[in-house]
Each structure stands twice: as structure tokens, then as C-alpha cells.
């Protein structure tokens, strides 16, 4: 008989904590806390105290989920305001100790690949190969392949990372932006140069939550499904029709829009930066939005282990 215990996977990011519950099968419980471990990082190179709290307070709520829903196995991982940290021992000595569990740093590849493993789960083959863009809050993980992440790539570009970096007013001024998706462009001709074939991709698929809540957005959506937006295929126009609207509106105004979580409202607009940079410079019409991830790549891994 089937082992169909769930397992637990914890990803701390830079401006979101998120938790999957999973058996692979009966069970798939998703939720997550906006807790902008990244903030100020650019400047400080130090994760602040109050972000630290932030996640220490979601690590309590999801403790409560993980043990409610049996799940025996946890695997947690800390990704890019980590890895860019001079303290992550600050944030990896009281996470480890809440979860009893090792908390691990996950590298810019290995986020990748996994990325790359979720984000193409339960599609064919016969789309492949596949480019999975992974739009995050400190960084932006680019994957190749069509079975598995046959090239991969981590570039230093995320909606917070942007957003602290290129916006001073607000609404950001024409120059704001244009020198976010600049940057952005040159990041392009940098994987241009190692790794051409990146952009020949024959399907897209973009994850996390910049990708989803642009596409949010474009339909509206209140409250948010994730069943709706799971095999959305977001085109272009739509991409940059969200961009314009959003990124002229006042944060004030910003954070009434159908489909956009409040808390996200500050660092969307970088986030729209970075896709509509990826969508132009690749010459991408749509892309697939899945719902699947980081979180479920590491799951089928953990699941597979006896």
C-alpha cells in the first residue's frame, strides 16, 4: 500500500513565506504570509529584525497547519534575501529551532531546477522545450529543458530587489521605469551571450507570485482562485496593459485592484517591470501561468524518498 502520509515544504523568500502541504495525491493545502524578509536588504546587506519576527509569526501559524495535517516529513528552504545576507545566522538559528527541523540555503540553481521540475509538472512532453520563469522578490530564476532544467540561470532581479533599488516616487516617474527594465534587458543580454538558446523556447511558463497576480489582475479576480489562474495563458498585451495601469495609479489607488493582494501592491510594479522586460526581449506572446512551483518540485523530490 502507498505511503499517503503528507510531507511539508516551507520556502522562505524574500517578500513572501509559503508552506505546501502534500501527499502528491489527496492532499495539497497552499497558503502563505507576506512577511518582506528581503526589505531593505539592498541597503543594510543585513535582514531586519522585523522581518525576521514577520516570519517567526508565520513559522507559528504553520506549525499549527503541519501538525494538524499529519504531515510527518518537512523540508525547508531559504532562497535569495538569504543567500544575499550577511546574518542569515540571525534567521536560520530561531527557524530551525521553531520547526525542529534544518532550515536549508537553497541555491540560485537549485531553485531553478526545482522551479523548473514543478512549474512543468503534468505537462507533455510533446510542448517542450519549456522556458519557466520565476519572478521572485531578490531574484528571477530562468530554466531550459524539456524533461528536466537542461540549462539554468539565477539573475539578481526581483520585484523588492527593483523596487528598492529604482523607485522613489509614487507613482514611479517614466525614468523609474524605464531604467528598472533597462537593467533588466542587460541581465537578458548577459544570458544571451551564455546560454542563446533560452530564448527558443516552444512553450513559457511563468510561476510565482509576480506572474500570478499579473494575471490576477488582467482577469479581475476576487477573491483569488488559484484554480482559475492554473493554466491561464497570459499574453503580452495583457502583461502590458496591467503594467500601464498599475504603474501609473498611486499606492493609495494601486491596492484596490481586483486580484491584487494589498500587501503586494508596493513591489507589483517592479515585478511587471521584470516580465514585460522578459516578454520584450524575447519577443514572447503569452505565457502559461501555473500555480505549481519551487514548493511542489521540492515535494515530488521528498515524496519520492522511501
Not at 92 to 105: G, I, K, M, Q, Y
Not at 241 to 253: C, G, K, N, Q, Y
Request: aromatic share 6%; net charge negative; hydrophobic share 40%.
Amino acid at each position: 500500500m502507498a505511503d499517503d502520509t503528507p510531507v511539508a515544504i516551507l520556502d522562505f523568500g524574500t517578500n513572501t513565506t509559503r508552506l505546501l502541504i502534500t501527499n502528491g495525491t489527496s492532499v495539497d493545502i497552499r497558503t502563505h504570509r507576506i512577511t518582506g524578509l528581503g526589505r531593505g536588504l539592498g541597503k543594510t546587506d543585513r535582514l531586519s529584525e522585523e522581518g525576521i519576527g514577520r516570519v517567526l509569526d508565520a513559522v507559528d501559524e504553520f506549525k499549527s497547519l503541519i501538525s494538524e495535517n499529519g504531515a510527518q516529513r518537512i523540508r525547508a528552504v531559504a532562497t535569495s534575501a538569504a543567500r544575499d545576507a550577511v546574518n542569515r545566522a540571525d534567521l536560520f538559528e530561531p527557524v530551525s529551532a521553531a520547526l525542529n527541523h534544518e532550515l536549508e540555503l537553497l541555491s540560485g540553481e537549485e531553485e531553478a531546477r526545482y522551479g523548473f521540475l514543478g512549474a512543468t509538472a503534468g505537462l507533455p512532453s510533446t510542448d517542450g522545450p519549456f522556458l519557466v520563469i520565476d519572478i521572485g522578490g531578490g531574484s528571477t530564476e530562468f530554466s531550459y529543458g524539456t524533461h528536466a532544467a537542461e540549462i539554468h540561470r539565477s539573475v539578481d532581479m526581483g520585484s523588492v530587489r527593483f523596487m528598492e533599488q529604482f523607485f522613489i516616487n509614487d507613482p514611479p516617474k517614466p525614468e523609474e521605469l524605464s531604467g528598472a527594465i533597462q537593467v533588466a534587458r542587460l541581465h537578458l543580454d548577459d544570458i544571451d551571450r551564455d546560454h542563446a538558446i533560452m530564448g527558443t523556447a516552444k512553450s513559457v511558463v511563468g510561476v510565482a507570485g509576480t506572474i500570478t497576480t499579473i494575471a490576477a489582475v488582467e482577469i479581475g479576480l476576487e477573491p483569488y482562485d488559484p484554480q482559475i489562474i492554473d493554466g491561464f495563458v497570459l499574453s503580452r498585451r495583457a502583461a502590458e496593459d496591467v503594467f500601464r495601469t498599475l504603474a501609473t495609479e498611486s499606492l493609495e489607488i494601486r491596492k484596490y485592484n481586483p486580484g491584487l493582494e494589498a500587501a503586494r501592491a508596493d513591489v507589483i510594479v517592479a515585478g511587471c517591470c521584470i516580465l514585460v522586460a522578459v516578454m520584450r526581449h524575447w519577443e514572447l506572446e503569452e505565457c502559461l501561468v501555473r500555480e505549481s512551483d519551487l514548493l511542489d518540485g521540492l515535494a515530488f523530490e521528498l515524496l519520492a524518498v522511501e
